[in-house]
Structures are given as structure tokens and as C-alpha cells.
DNA sequence: TTACTATTGTTTCAATCAGAAACAATAAAT
DNA sequence: ATTTATTGTTTCTGATTGAAACAATAGTAA
């Protein structure tokens, strides 16, 4: 990672990632523990002056997840006053490097763009960077207590994945290539936190006429084999 | 207006303001036109280093429109490079007051986070601010090229607006207190640019159980008078 | 081979909703 | 009283949705 030291950073503009994962079961996001401090936080950065800012969030994400094309959109950006806390900045950071001036960029007010990643869980081997001692996943429904207003942003970007869920299968993209209509409407209940009619579920997906069917997945269980199921690549 | 020279503002943060009125026709946004320039653009503004950025928004509209408590969200945030064009910001500035130095804040790459309001259009008198000549209603289909991503930021709040208009009755921030239903469906099919079936827009509109009725209106015309509605205050 | 079982794909049936048209009411002008 | 334009409501039809039943089938066990 570049040393924050020095310049060619955008100073009073961060972003934060909240990366969502379906285990198979539960939905979950990255978080990451700062060194030293033990405090657990967003997946964030900053933005350099000659890139975009989803440039500057994708090469977060590059780091992180070792992964490239995956599905990233902005969903706020957070602007309040309470985001400016110099002394826990100066904890993180003082844990990783000698001590900052009094007046560094870092230490000032910030205001945080939201973004929100969609990935397939055991794609990933989640790696550490240079400010946190580690990065695991956690249940939406069991987050922790996070820095500054993390678990408002983590909120905001639940409420988004909600009511986006249905535009152009949004969902698929936390599942491997090809899936069985189970494993869709899995991912579907643990998003919106309730369970759905499976005739109903599987009978509207088809509808949609995205997805395409593929060969059986004959998984050992002894019963009828499901069919895999992958996004239509459109014409 | 603040003087620009004096510090306190977020350097490279910046918002835009996507300011929707209906004139009982048309749907159209307030578009300022830049001293000497004539470049128009989006009315916008800066942060303060105390204040929301939300604050930051409703201080530039309240200056404007001279409106308070109006609608007002956020819908996306602008982080392109291209944004810097100090020859133009220069310009700008130049007709204003004394040529700035050359590393001046002002001078250098911003991220704009956008806004949009819902107004009522005859409640307002337009008021341009310290760097603009002029103020006007321009029709959302009848946009002329704007200033740096402007065009593009545009479309953005129309998109949203389009796609969120049935939430809570957005619409009717662009209508006065009580109006009919036929001024409702006008706003509708404005924004949604189509034709909409008088009845089942009735139906849908009553059944969502938000709006109240009250007294007609006799407006003058030979045929029944319409009921004029209200929003419902929530309990 | 032949039941048996668990799971999946599909169909059916009723209830609800949506789009188009017809019908009913009415305020003002003639 | 008649006419006209507009508004509020109902009716009819077809489409959509929710719940349950039915059908198919891959493995297991007798």
C-alpha cells in the first residue's frame, strides 16, 4: 500500500466498501480489524488525484479479495460532521508509522462515498493491508460494533440491496458461474431476511428470460437431479 | 455569498443541484448562467468545514429559492477526472474578482456529489447567487449543453426520480398543498413522459390510502368540479 | 428388480390486480 | 330544460400471484 505520507492523495475524500458474501447460507461482508486499536471497520481507502473514484475503489477491492470484474456500485455518500475523529485516527496510524503531524490530511474531516460489492464467497482469499491486523466475514445479522458510522453505512447498503434485488438478477452475483434454482432462491432469502414459495420463486425467475438452463448437477442426493442455471449473455 | 478566498470550505468537495419544478405543463430544472462566460450549469456550491452536507445543500437552495423544508435527497456521487477545467473555473472566477494564485483550491480536481429538489414552481422566485448572471427554468426536454458533466448529472436525477417516483407519493412535493387529480397525473406523465389511463390512475392513486380528500375545486369550467387532495399526515 | 424417499419441475385453481371501456354525476353555458 | 365537457366510479376481461397438488427422477434399500 502507498505511504499516506505522501501527496497525490485527494485529502477530505474516502470511500468504504461494504463487500457481501453467501456462504451457502448466510449473507455476510468483509470487516477488518485495525492493528493495535482492535477496532473493527469497513474495508475503505482513499482516492489518488489522477484516478476515478471507482477506479480508486476497485483497486481497494483488488487488494482485498485478489479480485478483478466484480460487480461494484455506489449507493450514498455520507457527509456528516461526526466522521472526524483525530484521536482514533492518530491510534490507528501511530500503530503502523512514527507519529504524524498535528495538522495531517488524515486527521481531518472526511466525507465517505458508499460502495457496495457483490462476490462469490469461495472465490476469495481475503488479505489483511497494511493498517489491520486481519479481515473475516461476518453475518449481516450479527455485525459488531463498527468505527464512526459504519453500521449506518452497512445498513444503508442492506436497505439498497433490498429494493435493487430484482434488476437484472443482481443476486447472481454473489454465486459461482452456474447454480442450481435452489441455491438462487438461497441467496434470495438470506438478502431480504424471509423465506419464498419455491413454485412461485422459480416460475418468476424463468419469467424474467435471462437465465439459461444448462445440464443437470447430479450431486449424489437421491432424488431428482436440479438443473444449473447461468445468466443469459445478452445479444 | 461567502467569499471564496477564505478558507473554510472542503477543498476538492463539491455539490450539485438538480432543482425540479412543474409549471402545470412541463417539468423543468433551474439552470444558472455563469458571469461573462455564459456557460450554464447546475446550480452548486461548497461545504463548509462545520457543516452536513446536507446542511451545505440547503443553505445553496435556501439562498436561491429563498424556500426552506423542501424535499431533498441525494442521488449520486460524480468522481471523473475530467471535472478540472481551470481554464474555465478561471474564467468564472476572473469576471468575479482578482485573479486567484495559481494553486488555488478552487482551481483543482472536485468530486460533486448531486442532489435533486422537488419545489413548487409558483412558490418560488428565483435569485441568482455572487457569480452567476441569471437564474431560469429550462424543460427537462429542452436542455441545452451544460458546464463540464452537467448534462450527464441531469440525466442521473431524472433517472432516479423516474425510478422512485411511487415511493411515498414524490410527486406531489412539486404540487401545492391541495391539488386535483388530474394536476397529479399531469406531474406524472411529465416525468414519466407517457400518457397515463385516467381511471386506473385514480384507482391507484386512492388505493394507496395516503392521500385525503377534501372540498372541490369550482374553477369556473361547465362540467363537475374536481375534489382537491392532500397528503395524509401520518399518524 | 422393485419399492421407497427426498427433492425438483410443472400444473392447477382461486384470488387478486391491471388495462380498457362504459356508465354516472355534475357545473356551467345556452 | 338542454347541452357539453370533465370528473368519479363501475364493469368486464385478461394477466399476475399465492398456495397447493401433481409428476418426474436419482439414488437407497429390500
Redesign the interface.
Same mark, same amino acid.
Given at each position: 500500500m502507498a505511504n499516506l505520507e505522501t501527496t497525490g492523495f #485527494?485529502?477530505? %475524500?474516502a470511500y468504504d466498501s461494504v463487500i457481501f458474501g453467501f456462504s451457502g447460507e448466510k449473507l455476510k461482508i468483509l470487516l477488518i480489524e485495525y492493528h493495535k486499536t482492535g477496532w473493527l471497520a469497513l474495508p475503505g481507502g482513499f482516492?489518488k488525484?489522477?484516478? &476515478? #473514484?471507482?477506479e480508486a475503489v476497485k483497486r481497494g477491492l483488488l487488494e482485498r479479495t485478489g479480485l478483478d470484474q466484480i460487480f461494484l456500485e455506489?449507493f450514498? &455518500?455520507?457527509?456528516?460532521?461526526e466522521r472526524v475523529r483525530p484521536d482514533i485516527m492518530k491510534q490507528i496510524l501511530s500503530a503502523h508509522q512514527e507519529d504524524l503531524p498535528k495538522d495531517h490530511w488524515l486527521l481531518d474531516?472526511f %466525507?465517505s462515498?458508499g460502495y457496495y460489492a457483490l462476490i462469490d464467497y469461495d472465490k476469495v482469499e481475503p488479505t489483511p493491508d497494511a493498517f489491520s491486523d486481519s479481515i473475516n466475514w461476518y453475518s449481516v445479522d450479527e455485525i459488531p460494533d463498527l468505527l464512526f458510522d459504519h453500521n449506518f453505512i452497512v445498513k444503508k447498503a442492506l436497505d439498497h440491496l433490498r429494493t435493487h434485488l430484482d434488476q437484472k438478477l443482481l443476486s447472481v452475483n454473489l454465486l459461482p458461474e452456474r447454480f442450481t434454482m435452489k441455491e438462487l432462491q438461497q441467496v434470495y432469502e438470506a438478502i431480504l431476511g424471509e423465506k419464498l414459495n419455491r413454485a412461485n420463486f422459480q416460475r418468476k425467475m424463468l419469467s424474467l428470460g435471462i437465465l439459461e438452463r444448462h445440464e443437470k448437477l447430479y450431486a449424489g442426493g437421491s432424488h431428482k437431479a436440479p438443473y444449473l442455471y447461468s445468466l443469459k449473455k445478452k445479444a
Open positions: #485527494l485529502p477530505h %475524500i482516492v488525484v489522477n484516478e &476515478t #473514484l471507482d455506489q450514498y &455518500t455520507f457527509g456528516s460532521i474531516r %466525507i462515498i
